[in-house]
């Protein structure tokens, strides 16, 4: 994934966390005005609904996986692929990918 789709995503995130936090505040502010029964009449409460995780993409993974074999740490991105039970990142499962990446991002950084 290049930088320019992954900041994209990244404020995609960040205007989602937003617009929820903002109905929050606005849920919270109705609660404490008094003005309750006046609120309910006037304007229906916004839902706010628990926010929907995202599915780490394979070619996020791809890339800090190359990322990590090519600062020299190759033998140890296979041994965290065999880890999630693949030879290959292909074979793995899609449910394994955030972990993956977290053990992943640590490589060289201790």
Known sequence: MSKMSELSFAVTE???CGEALIGISESLADLFS??????????????????VKNPI???????????????????KVRELLEK???A?????????????LAEAEVLGNG
């Open 14 to 16: 960040l205007k989602r």
């Open 34 to 51: 008094g003005n309750d029964d006046a609120q309910i009449v006037d304007q229906p409460k916004a839902e706010v609904s628990a926010p």
């Open 57 to 75: 993409a394979l070619e996020t993974v791809r890339a800090v996986l190359a990322e990590k074999s090519r600062a020299g740490h190759t033998a």
């Open 84 to 86: 999630h039970g693949a």
């Open 88 to 100: 290959k990142l292909s074979e793995i499962d899609p449910s394994e990918y955030p972990s993956l």
